[in-house]
């Protein structure tokens, strides 16, 4: 009986060991662990990177909103230089039209009548 409950023992470390060598951290896996400086100056490396990339992306979006208004200001130009294109077109178009009608009553002026 005693040998039996030694065997058991036996089989109940065995599979502690197992367990252990299984979920345990090794020294080598201890070396390469991050400390606590090795976070904190990588915390600090994204603050500076991230700190950088906002300002870079202010700078651009400042850039893209100054070419957007300047775009816009020249859609604005043209838009008003196409009315007043439309409105001079309009105006000589109604003086040709009054040139024509005097040079058709001139004309049938010298034309006998039938």
Do not use: C, W, Y
């Amino acid at each position: 009986m005693e040998n039996e409950e030694i065997k058991k023992i036996n089989e109940r470390f065995d599979e502690l060991m197992e367990f252990l060598s299984e979920n345990m951290a090794t020294k080598a896996d201890i070396a390469n662990m991050a400390t606590k400086d090795d976070i904190r100056e990588l915390r600090e490396e994204l603050r500076n990177e991230i700190s950088q990339v906002k300002f870079d992306l202010g700078r651009e979006i400042g850039s893209v909103r100054a070419e957007v208004e300047e775009l816009r200001r020249e859609i604005e130009k043209l838009s008003k230089r196409t009315i007043e294109d439309a409105n001079v077109t309009a105006q000589d178009i109604l003086k040709l039209q009054k040139r024509m009608d005097a040079l058709e009553q001139r004309l049938n002026q010298f034309q006998p009548a039938h």
